[in-house]
């Protein structure tokens, strides 16, 4: 069975840092591109940050976030991190991870239907 496990979310002050992981079980997620995407309440779900099979082939979301946010992936835990840093209110959310449907992140990298695997999320909260 197929599945992605998102955790290491929570409540974080302004400034803090957290790192999400996203564990995959009954597939290879080394043989995939993974996403992670966001959404916020009353807002769409958002792309975040993209990883292909080769670690050096990454899209961020915007520069709000670029810079402050990295992606890396341990093949030998089948796991895919997203570090983030200087976490600001607005990067309030619950955070997803997905697979996409081949191993190289696109130009359209962003677009969920790119996913075919989605975890359940996580909740992360940026507040004083």
């Known amino acids: 069975q197929v599945q992605l496990v998102e955790s290491g979310g929570g409540l974080v002050q302004p400034g803090g840092s957290l790192r999400l992981s996203c564990a995959a079980s009954g597939f290879t997620l080394g043989s995939r591109a993974v996403g992670w995407f966001r959404q916020a309440p009353g807002k769409e779900r958002e792309g975040v940050i993209c990883i292909s099979i080769s670690d050096s082939d990454t899209y961020y979301y915007s520069d709000s976030v670029k810079g402050r946010f990295t992606i890396s992936r341990d093949n030998t835990k089948n796991t895919v991190y997203l570090r983030m840093n200087s976490l600001k209110p607005e990067d309030t959310a619950v955070y997803y991870c997905?697979?996409?449907?081949?191993?190289?992140?696109?130009?359209?990298?962003?677009?969920?239907?790119?996913?075919?695997?989605w975890g359940q999320g996580t909740q992360v909260t940026v507040s004083s």
């Open positions: 997905a697979t996409d449907r081949g191993g190289w992140c696109t130009p359209v990298w962003d677009n969920t239907y790119e996913y075919d695997y």
